[in-house]
């Protein structure tokens, strides 16, 4: 897995020693609002990340780096299957509201549609308008589905 670069920040493949960044990056909260449990800690989120890391290659992982401040600031994750993709993006509070969801999900998207794959999905909780404004702005669209309480969302490559 490679780094993916854009102009405002780089994705970078996920490491366990970014678990103490990461701690602190993803430490309100509110994070939890929609997607559930809490904020783990350095050390929680360091045997995650061995697990993701050690898992089967469908699994791909990401930290935001952004740019600016050369520091973390989020992730976003692919789990790959065939030729489909369920995406996810998380950026932490303090970072929120400049953009960087979406030049994050932008730059997974994109990769993932150059790689051949043909349906990306995203499950969304109906009250999340940020993360439905960054799926969005990703090219996914709402569909009538619905996937535990939340709206399925894709792009099919080519549409």
Known sequence: MDAIETPLLTLVPLDPEHADEMAAALSDPALHT???????TASELRQRY?????????????VIRL???DR??????????????????????????????????????DRLLDEGIETVVAHIHPDH??????????????????????????RVNGA
């Open 129 to 154: 308008a940020a993360s439905a404004a960054v799926a969005s702005a990703a090219g996914l669209s709402p569909t009538d589905r619905w996937h535990d309480g939340e709206i399925r969302w894709e």
């Open 34 to 40: 929609y997607i559930g449990g809490a904020p783990l």
């Open 50 to 62: 061995e697990r993701l890391v050690a898992g089967p290659p469908g699994w791909r992982n990401w």
């Open 72 to 109: 973390l600031v989020g992730y976003v994750q692919a789990t790959v299957e065939g030729r489909t993709a369920e995406v996810a993006w998380v950026v932490g509070t303090p970072w929120q509201g400049r953009g960087l969801a979406v030049a994050a999900a932008k730059a997974l998207v």
């Open 67 to 69: 740019r600016a401040d």
